[in-house]
């Protein structure tokens, strides 16, 4: 086995990151079930959320940015002392976040923003040196993110819990899926559909996609500062249907024979899930929990999302064939799981704790076997499954 952890960005920050995701979700069904107990000024509600929103999300969102931008730019990608030094942030801010009670909340939170500071100087500086303007608006959606992180750290020390930042971290996530899915889901289904001899291949980008992107930032933006208003909960409705209209346009339906292309579509088949759920929980708050209502975008989207784009580009990059064997999909297996226990717990508050223990442990095993079956490829193997 050659030794090139630190060689591509997608290596480091995808191993990392689903060991954080797998260690942080043990450690709250932990919490969950009385097993331990944590001190921590965050409080262990916000600590969770933090984890996998920028603990988590942050490994992932670097980790296939700094893989993609070469294919983008041509230009080399960021590997050796320099993504060492970048990985070596991110996992300071962990410690750091983790340790707050004994290093300060101020101390854990300029350790945690150095990370999406320096990713999003990264992006930027390979951006423009490639020349590649068309990506300039995932920058600034990267440094969107790093700013919501820093709002989430100062929303805690005044006022004692971010309520803003956390539905600000949300939207930027969800848009960066959008954005990116928008890209790669018709992007691999043309490519696999075109491979299989298939004449009807997805909707290219156009005018539609300009549209559906435009209402659900909009809605998402709404959202975020206005989380209670009835306006809100149509506007949200409204982006629903139009991200539901738009993953139809995909071809999703066609593509049961590839898990690997299939998961891209159920995963964010979530987004819509997301907008209708939480719109619900606003203009009928007694039927829809809106707890629940936002892990569809979490656990679903995210949760789903990123493991599928995380098996398919380690797949590739490590020079694996392109189809997901059973050990990928036992993965997606146990993510859905997670994903549809956890939405189902705020449905029957009969059954709440037991399914929010099942959707942490199925999460955790999830990213655990990623670990166990996509660890050899992240290292440096280059051997077959």
Sequence with gaps: MRFVLFSHGFRPFFLGGALWAAATMLFWAALLTGHITFDTPYGVVVWHSHELLFGYGSAIVAGFLLTAIPNWTGRPPVGGPVLFVLFAVWLSGRVAVLLADTVGLAAAAIADSLFLLGISAVVFREIVAGRNRRNLTVAVIVLLYCLTNIAFHLELIQSGYPFHATRAAVSVLVILIMLIGG???????????????????????????????????????????????????????????????????WSGHRTFREPLVLILHVGYAFVPLGFAAVGGAILWPYAVPVSGSLHAWTTG??????????????????????????????????????AIARLAAALLPESAFPLLVFSSLAWAAAFTAFVIFYGPMLLGSRGED
């Design 183 to 249: 890209r790669i889901i018709p992007g691999f289904t043309r490519n696999w559909l075109a491979g299989q001899g298939a004449r009807a291949l997805p909707a290219p980008f156009s005018a539609f996609d300009r549209l559906a992107l435009g209402v659900a930032v909009s809605a998402l933006a709404i959202w975020t500062a206005f989380p209670w208003w009835r306006l809100t909960g149509w506007a949200l409705l409204v982006a629903a249907l139009i991200q539901a209209v738009r993953l139809a346009r």
């Design 301 to 338: 989207a995210i949760g789903v999302m990123t493991l599928a784009v995380m098996t398919r580009a380690s797949r590739g990059h490590s020079g694996r064939p392109l189809t997901a064997p059973a050990s990928t999909q036992f993965i997606y297996l146990l993510v859905l799981l997670s």
